[in-house]
């Protein structure tokens, strides 16, 4: 219980600081929303002086955290200046698309990757691992952005998925069509994380079973006769879920901000074309806003996974590890 | 094992050089445009024509006609090596004109095709090497720093700082970074020099990465500590400068080279990320995020694949440090003897 409240306050703490962070940074900006209508000649200064004063930006730096933290317990995140609307509704709008694509992703990556993880490793330095080891060297070692560009590459010079545009939810269509619609245009996305995730998590799974496999008790158990699969499905699996725990807490944390350049590069109405337009126009409370949400994925995955590990692991519920 | 290392660091170097004598390998101008031969598909080499075979590879003109570009048989131009070009500042030493290779002119020789400007991309991609590998490079050096700094100063004087700074560092882990690079971003000013761009990209880059190797460097400081050899320096009466510098630095280089082989790769993919977005550096300076920027329309990747020649320099890039890193790692943190 104290190790509850222990993470939750620091989750808490961690949030408020990567607030304040932001804040910081935007204290230093010399550049702002209204540099563009500076330009402008036709419009005077004292208008843009009233537009800031109208949305608080003339205030000190304290005064706008302090009413910024108001409007976030409010749950409305401040204001956005290009969207001339709260940044919570205009955000989850864009979530819904982003968490949608991303945690299809995640499901098809775990459940690809788990099984394979354990089949290579149980298979350990057979053909099939040690290809299969290189090739994911070779994909973890190459930039997400070039990996998403040059599959798309493929994909639309050989015509081998249809890239249909249009509205994502569309009015006056059957749920047939809406769902065949929403998963044609689903497939490169989701493709492109799975090959990007599932190349990471199948390494990590495979290392720390691999580990389990080399200490003394498993070979005990094997001396003892006991049959392989038994061995492997009831004493090395359970001792080797702890790192494939906080590693799935990881998949948690990346659910909003993992997907950003994919969503970019496929043109899915996430959050990743949102903020990125933000940040071209310099719309300070969305960026912030943007920021938030996924440090709250980041920070909730992470405490899930805490928790995960609580109450699968008994070396931490006795403070074991806390040793160090 | 030896030999392993030795072919990736000659391919490291290899790779360096060639980028840093980008202006001497490079034909052209990497401004340069040629508003004749826009997308212009790579250029062929031939040793054999219709009179036989050649000893000296030559190249056609493309002419642009009705069913796209054609080689122009009529006249051919023979590659010249070390020849006379465009001119530019060797290493910044002195100017001259000499180039590894290239055509007669109204021929021209474009290994990777041209952009939508006529540019040829052969010469951007080594021109935007450097740019996106000296980002990399600047940034690794400036995180490595701060985290060092930030490492020894809290593994060597413990309690409140070390505190203070390890609480610094979960903040910065658990900011949603690519985010944070956007928003940083885009409180920086957009439009500004494409060197004022670099720069700032850079200590943004380096910045936000600090904490990984400030953790790494912490728990090694707080071992070595302890050693006998430090303790018995200390009582000696040696300053703390005196024994950070002789007995804790020597220990941490290891981690910091292995580190410096991990990040390098990360944040030239950093670089090329925010370039691709338009967020880095600005045409028309090169660098290999803002060449496949103009990818981001389907009509081009479809139509002109040779656009994606800085797909092949990054990967070519970040396999080799991963390589090295696996090797740095195994032999300089967990040392075999006898290996």
């Given at each position: 219980m104290r190790y509850l409240g222990r993470t939750l306050l620091r989750a808490i703490l961690l949030l408020a600081g990567i607030s304040i962070l932001c804040f910081l940074f935007t204290e230093m900006a010399p550049g702002s929303f209204f540099d563009e209508l500076r330009l402008n000649p036709q419009v005077s200064p004292e208008t843009i002086a009233n537009l800031r004063s109208r949305y608080g930006l003339d205030q000190p730096l304290i005064v706008r955290y302090g009413r910024w933290v108001k409007s976030a317990a409010r749950a409305d995140f401040g204001y956005s200046i290009a969207y001339n609307a709260p940044v919570a509704p205009l955000l989850w709008g864009r979530a819904k698309n982003t968490l949608l694509l991303t945690a299809t992703g995640m499901l098809l990556t775990w459940l690809i990757s788990l099984p394979l993880g354990v089949w290579l490793a149980a298979r350990r330095g057979r053909m099939l691992d040690q290809a299969f080891s290189i090739a994911s060297s070779f994909v973890v070692s190459i930039p997400e952005v070039v990996i998403a560009v040059a599959l798309l590459a493929i994909v639309v010079r050989w015509r081998l998925l249809p890239l249909s545009a249009g509205?994502?939810?569309?009015?006056?269509?059957?749920l047939r069509t809406h769902v065949q619609d929403l998963a044609t245009r689903m497939l490169l996305p989701v493709t492109i994380l799975v090959f990007v995730e599932s190349a990471i998590i199948v390494r990590h799974v495979r290392a720390s079973v691999l580990e389990v496999l080399g200490t003394p008790f498993v070979q005990a158990a094997h001396s003892f006769g006991i049959c392989r699969a038994r061995v492997l499905f009831r004493h090395v699996l359970p001792a080797a879920a702890s790192p494939a725990i906080s590693l799935f807490g990881f998949s948690l944390a990346g659910l909003v901000s993992g997907s950003l350049l994919i969503e970019v590069i496929c043109g899915w109405p996430g959050l990743g074309p949102l903020i990125l337009e933000a940040t071209l126009s310099r719309d300070l409370y969305l960026v912030i806003g943007g920021i938030m949400l996924s440090a709250l994925f980041m920070v909730g995955g992470n405490l899930i996974a805490d928790l995960m590990l609580l109450a699968a692991d008994p070396r931490i519920r006795t403070g074991a590890l806390d040793a160090d | 094992m030896r030999t392993k290392t030795a072919i990736l660091i000659a391919a490291l170097a290899a790779l360096h050089l060639a980028l840093l004598c980008a202006a001497f390998i490079a034909p052209y101008d990497p401004v340069a445009q040629n508003r004749e031969l826009p997308y212009a598909p790579p250029t062929r080499l031939h040793l054999h024509d219709a009179a036989g075979w050649h000893l000296r590879l030559f190249v056609y003109r493309w002419t642009l006609g009705d069913e796209g570009y054609l080689e122009d048989k009529s006249e051919s131009f023979p590659v010249h090596l070390l020849t006379t070009g465009s001119s530019y500042e060797f290493l910044g030493i002195f100017d001259t004109t000499r180039h590894l290779f290239g055509v007669a002119p109204p021929a021209s020789i474009a290994l990777f095709g041209t952009d939508g400007f006529g540019r040829d991309e052969f010469s951007r991609v080594l021109y935007g090497g450097q740019i996106s590998v000296a980002a990399g490079i600047a940034a690794t050096l400036i995180a490595l720093l701060a985290g060092a700094l930030c490492g020894v100063i809290a593994g060597y004087y413990g309690n409140w700082t070390d505190q203070s700074l390890m609480a610094g560092t979960e903040l910065f882990l658990s900011l949603p970074w690519l985010y944070f690079l956007l928003g940083v971003r885009a409180f920086l000013?957009?439009?500004?020099?494409p060197v004022r761009t670099f720069f700032l990209l850079t200590c943004v880059i380096g910045l936000i990465g600090w904490a990984r190797p400030a953790r790494l460097v912490r728990g090694i400081v707080l071992s070595s500590r302890t050693r006998n050899y430090v303790l018995a320096a200390r009582s000696f009466g040696a300053s703390d400068l005196h024994v950070i510098r002789e007995h804790i630095l020597p220990e941490i280089l290891g981690v910091l080279m292995t580190q410096a082989t991990v990040l390098v790769p990360r944040y030239i993919a950093a670089e090329v990320t925010l370039s691709f977005f338009g967020l880095g550096v600005n045409e028309p300076v090169a660098s290999w995020g803002n060449m496949l920027s103009t990818l981001q329309q389907y009509s081009v990747l479809v139509s002109y694949a040779?656009?994606?020649a800085p797909v092949g320099a990054l990967i070519i890039t970040s396999v080799i440090y991963a390589l090295l890193a696996d090797v740095v790692q195994s032999r300089l943190e967990f040392p075999h003897p006898g290996n």
């Open positions: 509205p994502l939810h569309g009015e006056g269509i059957s | 000013p957009l439009h500004v020099s040779w656009l994606l």
